[in-house]
């Protein structure tokens, strides 16, 4: 079974970044689309970022356009997060997700595979 484990979270002062990674094991993740969602205590988990099998890229969250990059490196099984010019609304649980899906889903319910999350606090 695919698991996944994210990584990379932590403190980090308003204008500054950091990136989170997703490991996966048991299976290779170039069969899989891979979705970063996050999650703010007493909000909805909201989808941040879809990458595709292909690569390709889907945004989804405007309020992290232009200041956050989804990455995958296939040969390290890893997605990855970029996350720069933090904010402190950015401050969240950040969890990667993946699915055999063909195509990127904004809801949560359109993956199978969730990690435990990494929780990311920016101080302002």
């Known amino acids: 079974q695919l698991q996944l484990v994210e990584s990379g979270g932590g403190l980090v002062q308003a204008g500054g970044s950091l990136k989170v990674s997703c490991a996966a094991s048991g299976y290779t993740l170039d069969n899989y689309v891979i979705g970063w969602f996050r999650q703010a205590p007493g909000k909805e988990r909201e989808v941040v970022s879809c990458v595709l099998r292909s690569g390709g890229v889907e945004n989804y969250a405007d309020s992290v356009k232009g200041r956050f990059t989804i990455s995958r490196d296939n040969v390290k099984n890893t997605v990855y997060l970029q996350m720069n010019s933090l904010k402190p609304e950015d401050t969240a649980t950040y969890y990667c997700?993946?699915?055999?899906?063909?195509?990127?889903?904004?809801?949560?319910?359109?993956?199978?595979?969730w990690g435990p999350g990494t929780q990311v606090t920016v101080s302002s």
């Open positions: 997700a993946a699915d055999a899906r063909y195509h990127c889903s904004r809801e949560a319910l359109g993956y199978a595979y």
